[in-house]
């Protein structure tokens, strides 16, 4: 089944320690992105690749990280958690290439609670 | 002021009936247009494109008007799985640049609830 798989679902965490959020896509899919969305703000994207070690900042990349050492996988990283980074987290994925398909694709999100 | 705004409703409406909102842009460069679906905080998924000359799917239909900078979503004979929050999506790019994936913005997403 062609997915985009996000890990974990639900994450609670402390100020300052580090965690990772993983995601993968089973669809060769070229482009990858991290989102995050807040009540009454959307979808504000995070970070995207457009390929293997092409990374690139979105709207809002302050606090975050992230590596595409490979294709299928794009993991978020947050080096110093702050309580201002509970949010919903999603990870897309789309063909892209400029062959007019950008659907993307949504891994199922992360709710990430920081105190 | 934001790249994309919609009514974030909620819009309630009987089963049946016909329910239409808007969604603006502020860029005038923006070259393609969307339709997202969102179910009480899952993963957002591709409703429609939207073409410049308006487009159907079934009982949805987009349109575009690139002179007052809005698109719009119709829905027809509304079903009670239609209760959703429909997200805008506007692309700075064409769909056939090959940059056009970092381009993507989200409105904040108008709520529909169809009700019995």
């Known amino acids: 089944e062609a997915q985009v798989t996000q890990n974990p679902r639900y994450l609670i965490t402390v100020t300052g320690k580090k965690l990772t959020v993983t995601c993968s896509q089973n669809m060769n899919h070229e482009y990858m992105s991290w989102y995050r969305q807040d009540p009454g703000l959307g979808l504000r994207q995070i970070y995207y690749s457009m390929n293997v070690e092409v990374t690139d900042k979105g709207d809002v990349p302050e606090g975050y990280k992230v590596s595409r050492k490979e294709k299928r996988n794009f993991p978020l990283i947050l080096e110093s958690p702050s309580p201002n980074q509970t949010s919903l987290y999603f990870c897309?994925?789309?063909?892209?290439?400029?062959?007019?398909?950008?659907?993307?694709?949504f891994g199922q999100g992360t709710r990430l609670t920081v105190v | 002021r934001k790249e994309v705004e919609q009514d974030p409703g909620p819009f309630n409406v009987p089963e049946g009936a016909t329910v239409a909102f808007n969604c603006t842009y502020s860029n005038s460069a923006s070259q393609s247009f969307f339709w997202y679906r969102q179910d009480c905080r899952k993963e957002p998924k591709l409703l429609m494109s939207v073409y410049s000359s308006g487009n159907e799917d079934g009982r949805f239909t987009a349109q575009l008007n690139r002179a007052s900078q809005y698109i719009s979503l119709l829905i027809r004979d509304s079903k009670l799985s239609d209760s959703a929050t429909y997200l805008c999506v506007v692309n700075l790019l064409s769909p056939y640049s090959t940059d056009s994936w970092g381009k993507l913005q989200f409105g904040a997403g108008t709520q529909v609830v169809v009700t019995p």
């Open positions: 897309a994925s789309s063909l892209g290439q400029g062959v007019g398909n950008t659907e993307a694709f």
